[in-house]
């Protein structure tokens, strides 16, 4: 849609043109000394007419339900946007889901009408995912369009005969990762958080120290943390049950530095500390820059989840009790805690002398 046009004038100065063309659209342009910015500022072009083009799709498919068009000219598209607007926004992980709704809404699969929605084309489309997603991923996907018309035929008034996702043969999980981050790495991990964003590297800090989630973290208020008592009270967990959190030495001095930091004299105009941690930060905000900051620490494979894993596998090395650690992770069975422990052979095999 857009094209970058290099224009020498005749003093021999070099300029970028950027052109987008759209249909419905007029023609936009604008010149600018260096490539980079005509790039960045036709995808920041293109990006808006995405979100212009998305909205009105979104507003047309809650108009469609509203007048009670019969089911058998909705889309699973319509009901996607109806539950994405109505719905998601009363989830913790409302941010999450948005995210990963607009990724089906991608799939020519959402065009497809509900009242011909098969176990067939369910298949289909499970057998196309899964050649570029996890099995894990593809079981979310799954579960996330099950209940959608699950509360289209009971909510909604879209009466349909069944479920096909509930009826279609759903692949098998991913085994648990037993990713492991050297001392090495994450030496390498936190020299990669750019300067410029001051709330990667704590975070990262916070996550090997605590075992926090992503969200957990991201949402992480000040009220809730006790720096002379090295505890943390979080109340809004994956669980929904509240839990406390011990706080290590160097997580007192993460916590620490940032509230310093925060400080009306340190914190550009702003007269009082705000109420959270990371304030701006949402949980996928943090996730795109952990991906990127993995990318130029050149480490292979490492998810942020990772740093979870690590965490409650370095209490165990510590010599934690299973159920101290279960209480800090959050964990509701020792079955599930185990998932997440992968002991250092080394460190095992020292106790065995």
């Known amino acids: ?50 979100r212009r083009e998305r909205r009105r799709t979104a507003d047309e498919s809650i108009r469609r339900l509203s007048e009670g068009v019969p089911p058998d000219k909705l889309t699973l598209g319509d009901l996607l946007h109806r539950y994405r607007d109505r719905v998601t926004p009363h989830k913790r992980s409302a941010e ?58 009971s909510e909604w008034g879209v009466k349909l005969e069944d479920n096909p996702f509930q009826r279609t043969r759903r692949p098998r999980h991913n085994p648990p990762r037993e990713r492991r981050l050297s001392k090495e790495e994450e030496a390498r991990l936190l020299c990669a958080c750019p300067t410029e964003n001051p709330h990667l ?32 009270y979080l109340t809004k967990t994956k669980t929904g049950v509240s839990r406390g959190v011990a706080l290590s030495i160097r997580a007192v001095q993460t916590l620490a530095s940032i509230h310093e930091w925060q400080k009306p004299e340190g914190y550009g105009e702003r007269r009082e500390i705000p109420p959270r941690v990371f304030p701006g930060v949402t949980p996928e905000a943090l996730k795109r820059a952990f991906i990127r900051a993995v990318a130029r620490a050149n480490i292979v494979d490492l998810h942020f989840h990772d740093l979870r894993h690590e965490a409650i596998s370095r209490m165990f090395e510590k010599g934690l009790p299973a159920m101290e650690v ?3 992770s959050g964990h509701q069975t020792l079955q599930l805690l185990r998932r997440y422990t992968h002991l250092q052979l080394g460190e095992l095999g020292r106790k065995l002398d």
């Open 326 to 328: 279960a209480t800090v």
């Open 96 to 153: 999450a889901e948005r995210w990963r709704i607009g990724g089906l809404l991608k799939h020519s699969f959402t065009y497809c009408s509900v009242t011909r929605l098969s176990t067939v084309q369910v298949a289909e489309w499970r057998d196309d995912r899964l050649k570029h997603v996890s099995g894990s991923t593809v079981n979310r996907d799954m579960n996330l369009l099950s209940h959608v018309i699950e509360i289209a035929r």
């Open 201 to 232: 590297g704590p975070a990262i800090t916070l996550a090997i120290e605590t075992g926090m989630r992503l969200s957990e973290i991201a949402g992480l208020e000040w009220c809730r943390i006790n720096l002379a008592g090295r505890s943390i």
């Open 1 to 50: 849609m857009a094209t970058i046009v290099e224009r020498i004038s005749r003093a021999g100065k070099i300029t970028y043109q950027a052109k987008i063309r759209k249909v419905g659209y007029p023609l936009m342009s604008r010149t600018f000394q260096a490539r980079a910015q005509a790039v960045e500022w036709a995808k920041s072009v293109e990006d808006e007419i995405d």
